[in-house]
């Protein structure tokens, strides 16, 4: 059973934009994609056509796009397009979504089904990563020794 | 017309449909010297005695060489009828092409992807016109009309008036395509997509090809394996792996759907004693884009 807590899934770094990237966090296979304001989106790794990893497809856009027929999703779940449909398709959310957020240099996904809570307040003001720790610190001693 | 929006698998993963001829290996890999085959869960060997006729000293099953394969009968009644005889060997003009393709999946799954063709703009890249197609122009609207045979289902698709694709499959694991069948020189796959195991698939795919007044009209074997192949077993693989994993969850349908639902009932009809079409012999149509 997965935990009702935040938990790490992988470096910001480690999640490219426009390529879906697979994690497994707490038992949950997740796919990982950013967005196209560059913020990240959790998925079910699994698309709710033909059972298709959907990490093995790539990212366009605000969607996930399953390697398989196509099919397109947004972060919430939401199902955007069927390629091979001749109307136009309606919007249904059939993919599960799962809350993520990116803080302190990691991306932080929460497996557990209860209502997520905030994250811990040292990590949403720590520093992104050792390369903006760093850059703050020394942005502060040029600051300072202007 | 109406399609299930939502469905689960009809069937578990079943050993293929019992009662039939299966291929258990391409005649021309057999020899003196027995090789191993597994078929529908079992363990035969096949090899050819003195005088040259194909024998399988061990496994129980009855083994005939009919055309390029050696076919066996697994079952619990005995042989019925004759091996099958394939029609594209009958093209006058043409040449012919084996390959066998193993796949770590239910044959069901194996069998469903080459029945599918709305998935050639997303596997195959610079193997498919399609997804050639789709990357210049989108997907083109076609109309594929389905209708379920005494023996399988046949599916057409045409583009306006023009045929493009014909789709056969026949029981128990045969998937007949005829690309341009209204052409002078019409290109036809024949792939029977033998159950191994519950887990493993071997696809024999058999290319019939019009041959060059220089080329040989023969029927050869080739052991290598072509990259579309590989780009299907990738996605069929992963496919049943996440199957195993989520085997209780539903899946969404669409249009596109709608013969390998047709398929689905055709097996599960046969795989519980007998598929008759009954009403399902009206042909029925679906707009698609492929």
């Known amino acids: ?146 | 017309m109406s399609f299930p929006s939502e469905a689960k698998p009809l069937w578990d993963a079943t050993l293929g449909v019992p009662n039939h001829w299966y291929i258990a290996c391409p005649a021309s890999r057999v020899g003196s010297e027995p090789i191993p085959v597994d078929l529908a869960g079992n363990h035969l060997e096949v090899g050819r005695d003195r005088t040259g006729r194909v024998i399988a000293p061990t496994g129980g099953l009855t083994v005939v060489e009919s055309g390029p394969y050696v076919w066996a009968w697994a079952g619990d009644r005995p042989p019925e009828g004759h091996a099958p005889r394939l029609g594209a060997l009958d093209r006058p003009g043409y040449r012919f092409t084996q390959r066998t393709v193993r796949v770590k999946a239910n044959y069901h799954w194996v069998l469903e992807n080459s029945l599918d063709f709305s998935h050639s703009a997303f596997v195959h890249p610079w193997t498919q016109p399609s997804w050639l197609l789709h990357k210049l122009w989108g997907l083109p609207a076609m109309t594929a009309t389905y209708q379920a045979t005494p023996t399988g289902l046949e599916v057409r698709s045409s583009l306006g008036d023009w045929l493009l694709f014909w789709h056969r499959f026949v029981l128990p694991d045969r998937l007949e395509l005829v690309i341009l069948p209204t052409s002078p020189c019409p290109l036809e796959v024949v792939v029977h997509h033998v159950p191994e195991t519950r887990t493993f698939t071997r696809m024999e795919v058999l290319v019939a090809m019009k041959a060059w007044p220089w080329q040989r009209r023969d029927c050869r074997f080739y052991p290598d394996s072509l990259l579309v192949h590989r780009q299907d077993v990738v996605i069929v693989e992963a496919q049943q792996t996440w199957i195993d994993r989520f085997p209780d969850e539903h899946e969404r349908h669409c249009a596109a759907d709608a013969y390998t639902l047709l398929m689905r009932r055709v097996l599960k009809a046969a795989c519980e004693g007998g598929w008759d079409p009954g009403d399902s012999l009206t042909p029925r149509s679906v707009a698609i884009r492929i």
């Open chain 1, 1 to 146: 059973m997965p935990q009702d807590c935040w938990i790490i899934a992988l470096p910001s770094r480690s999640l490219p934009r426009r390529k879906p990237v697979a994690v497994e966090v707490d038992g949950v296979p997740l796919v990982l994609f950013r967005d196209a304001k560059g913020r990240p989106q959790a998925l079910l790794d699994r698309c709710p056509h033909r059972s298709v990893p959907l990490s093995m497809g790539w990212v366009r856009g605000d969607r996930v796009i399953c390697r398989y027929h196509g099919w397109e999703f947004e972060g919430d779940g939401m199902l955007r397009k069927i390629p091979s449909d001749v109307e136009p398709t309606v919007p249904k959310k059939c993919a599960t979504p799962y809350p993520v957020h990116e803080a302190a240099g990691s991306i932080w996904v929460w497996p557990g089904t209860g209502e997520p809570g905030d994250l811990p307040a040292e990590v949403l003001t720590a520093p992104r990563s050792w390369r903006a720790a760093v850059g703050g610190l020394l942005a502060r001693f040029r600051f300072r020794s202007n």
